[in-house]
Nanobody, 111 residues
Framework: VQLVEFGGGSVQPGGSLRLSCEASGFTFSTYLMRWYRQAPGKERELVAFISSDGGITNYAAAVKGRFTISRDNAKNTVYLQMSSLKLEDTAVYYC?????WGQGTQVIVSS
């Protein structure tokens, strides 16, 4: 199983980024997928999840209305579209399926 995140970077407050997570080594279309984040000095927290067919999504209160999780099962990829970014969104973002984690991608929101 491999999960590889892409798309992190530095952005100003109010900006947008799209994270991607490419999965391999398992039947992606049968798994619920999650995005987590971990800010410096804080515990890892769940940001969003999406059901295996993409029909159900859920978000942490802190990102609801600003972030959108989606997936393309034909490409074995899950996305996190982040808009209206805030300073407090600065963190390492990880994608996850049960039992496995990616290496993370850094998002820095700074003016």
């Amino acid at each position: 199983v491999q999960l590889v995140e892409f798309g992190g970077g530095s952005v100003q407050p109010g900006g947008s980024l799209r994270l991607s997570c490419e999965a391999s080594g398992f039947t992606f279309s049968t798994y619920l997928m999650r995005w987590y984040r971990q800010a410096p000095g804080k515990e890892r927290e769940l940001v969003a999840f999406i059901s295996s067919d993409g029909g159900i999504t859920n978000y942490a209160a802190a990102v609801k209305g600003r972030f959108t999780i989606s997936r393309d099962n034909a490409k074995n990829t899950v996305y996190l579209q982040m808009s209206s970014l805030k300073l407090e969104d600065t963190a390492v973002y990880y994608c996850s399926r049960p039992g496995y984690w990616g290496q993370g991608t850094q998002v820095i929101v700074s003016s």
